[in-house]
């Protein structure tokens, strides 16, 4: 099986990620979006890492799964104090940035 | 004596400022107090005379320093006077024929409420005309020459509450202000060519800069002649200027005002001596105003504007001779003293003949005031025969020289030149023949309502005094070469010159043709009837009677344009500048308008932002574009 079906399969996989962001309007949905792009980014850097022989796409990886982690901590407590402050976790509802 | 001059210009300034400082209370003696300024400074005029008189003629030149005026710089200005013979002839006609004036206007302007303030103006006209022929600098020349453009607006102006007089003042000091800036020119190339403006630094230095420079100053001082002495191409104020009371009038054409113009090209003549091209501009100017003034004045039907026509025409003549050089600048002072006799003197009947008419100046409604009239009729016959140039009278002694030294030169000149003298007495002898037979003689022409009586003798005096001037001052100046030899230490001593025709020949061509237009405006306007009516007008004479629209053509030629050229400039700063500057503003705004649309607050749309932006870049290292 060649590596670069996981590359095709990555690029899914992200497109299912963005289309979740953009079109879903839970916050926990959009969350799993979000990870399902990091997942799909960590495949392709693996894949491509296995493609050139070297293991520098899987150090990357890894990296990434670090900053996913953060990010998660980061992105649920947010999506914790707005439901405290609004009880909603609709994406769509908080606009006071609005510029 | 000699050292009192500055009391000619303070004592009519100071009675003037008093005048308009002590408002209503002056009323009743005001007049008497104008009179009296005026007065004054006729006897301190003459006894500098008397004093010069006794002096040599070497050293009739008394320069008198008063007080330091500007010091800055490279400029130092000397509050200065020069009293010479020719500030000396000016003095004693400014001073003379202006307190005849004065006298005149008591009488004329009595039912004038505002009275008090006309004396005080006329007052500062006499002040600022004695500080113009008195300054010893051009910068102190500058301040009278201004004094008389104000004096004259605020004159002409008097009766401002009707708007046409209003304008007419306007038209006179919008029309000098021209002329001014080339007076301002003058001084600023002189100020460069010579570091200084003072008569003596000029006159010392003029051989040391080039031609061309020289004529630069000499056409600039021309274009400040013109505005002044009402000359072509910017003689267009004086008819108008007729709006003014007839005092002013007498007083703006005989003494001040537009001798001005011809004082400054005489008083200027070690510039113009050493420039043939200024010169000969002159000369044109002289000729072309000469002519054309005359002409105007055949057609005017307003007895006041055919003399103001006849004044533009013969200050044409002294022009004409100041541009002559050496030969002619005694002769244009000579003219320019007769014919401020005559013309004040007929000036003054002419308001004579308007007070016995209900104000009437349309000559056509007039006829056969000599019985009526006697006084002013013979004063202004007098006078009448002395612009005509009848010998023995005054003008005969002026005119005819200026005619004579036309004709001196070389090549086409002295035949264009004098041939316009030539024709211009002709025409002189025309005009104003029409104006005192439609005036005075024929048949009466006036309304029932009409009782044309002599005026008062406080009216009459003063005519009586000038027709005695018209009569007998030209013979007596000329005699012996009297005015010629007393101006030489000015304007330089000239040796014979012999026209390019015969004197005689000249003479002769000159009495003939003054017959000829006697005769032909007594068949026309003496032995036939006047209609009342203007007849259809011909087309020459529709160009006369309308100033040979010089009014359209300046509107044509100058007003246009330039309000086209602002309007357009406007528009451009309008459209352009202020465009470009709020065009960025309501751009920015709008694009900040724009952009704001993005700056939803939705966290979906920043996403799919920062989505499209991403795949952007990506597509565009992909494709090599960045």
Known sequence: MSPIAFVYLATVLFGIGAAAVLT???????????????????????????????????????????????????????????????????????????? | MLDLTWLLIAVPLASSLVLILLGKRADKWGHWMGVAASTAAFVVGLGALIQMLGLDSESRTHAMHLFTWISGGELHVDAGLLLDPLSMTFVMLVTFVGTLIHLYSVAYMEHDPRRRIFFAYLNLFIAAMLLLVLADSYLLLFVGWEGVGLASYLLIGFWNHKPEYATAANKAFVVNRVGDVGLIIAMGLMFTAFGSLSFSDVFAQVGDVSTAQLTAIGLTLLVAA???????????????????????????????????????????????????????????????????????????????????????????????????GPIGYAFAIFHLLTHGFFKAGMFLGAGSVMHGMNDTVDMRRFGALRTAMVVTWVTFGLGWLAILGVPPFSGFWSKDKIIEAAFVGEGWQPWVFGLAA?????????????????????????????????????????????????????????????????????????????????????????????????????????????????????????????????????????????????????????????????????????????????????????????????????AGVVLGVL
Do not use: C
């Open chain 1, 24 to 99: 879903r309007r839970n916050a926990i949905i959009a969350f799993m979006g979000v990870e399902l792009m990091l997942n799909a980014s960590n495949l392709a850097l693996v894949a491509f890492s296995r493609i050139h022989g070297e293991i520098d796409g899987q150090v990357m990886a890894f990296f990434v799964m670090v900053v996913a982690a953060a990010e998660v901590v980061v992105g649920l407590a947010i999506i914790i104090a707005v439901f405290r402050a609004r009880q909603t976790i609709s994406l769509d509802e908080p606009a006071e940035l609005k510029g």
């Open chain 2, 226 to 324: 013109t505005g002044k002495s009402a000359q072509f191409p910017l003689q267009s104020w004086l008819g108008d200027a007729m709006a003014g009371p007839t005092p002013v009038s007498a007083l703006i054409h005989a003494a001040t005002m537009v001798t001005a113009g011809v004082y400054l090209i005489v008083r200027s003549s070690a510039i113009f001596d050493l420039t043939d091209t200024a010169r000969l501009v002159v000369t044109s100017v002289g000729a072309i105003t000469l002519v054309m003034g005359a002409i105007i004045g055949m057609a005017k039907d307003d007895i006041k504007k055919a003399l103001a026509a006849s004044t533009m025409s013969q200050i044409g003549y002294m022009m004409l001779a100041a541009g002559l």
């Open chain 2, 422 to 618: 030539l024709i211009g007495a002709g025409l002189t002898a025309y005009y104003m023949s029409r104006l005192f037979f439609m005036t005075f003689h024929g048949k009466a022409r006036w309304t029932d309502e009409m009782h044309p009586h002599e005026s008062p003798w406080l009216v009459t005096a003063p005519m009586i005094v000038l027709s005695v001037g018209s009569a007998l001052l030209g013979w007596f100046l000329a005699s012996g070469d009297r005015f010629t030899t007393w101006l030489e230490p000015v304007t330089g001593h000239v040796e014979e010159h012999d026209p390019v025709m015969a004197v005689p020949l000249i003479m002769t061509f000159t009495l003939l043709l003054v017959a000829v237009g006697v005769v032909v405006a007594w068949l026309q306007y003496g032995r036939t009837e006047v209609p009342t009516e203007a007849p259809a007008p011909s087309l020459g004479t529709m160009l006369a009677r309308n100033d040979f629209y010089q009014d359209s053509v300046n509107r044509g030629v100058l007003q246009r344009p330039g309000t086209h050229l602002t309007r357009t400039l406007v528009y451009a700063d309008a459209a352009l500048v202020d465009g470009a500057v709020n065009g960025t503003g309501t751009g920015l705004l709008r694009l900040g308008e724009f952009l704001r649309r993005f700056q939803s607050g939705q966290v979906r749309s920043y996403a799919a932002l920062l989505l499209i932006a991403v795949a952007g870049l990506i």
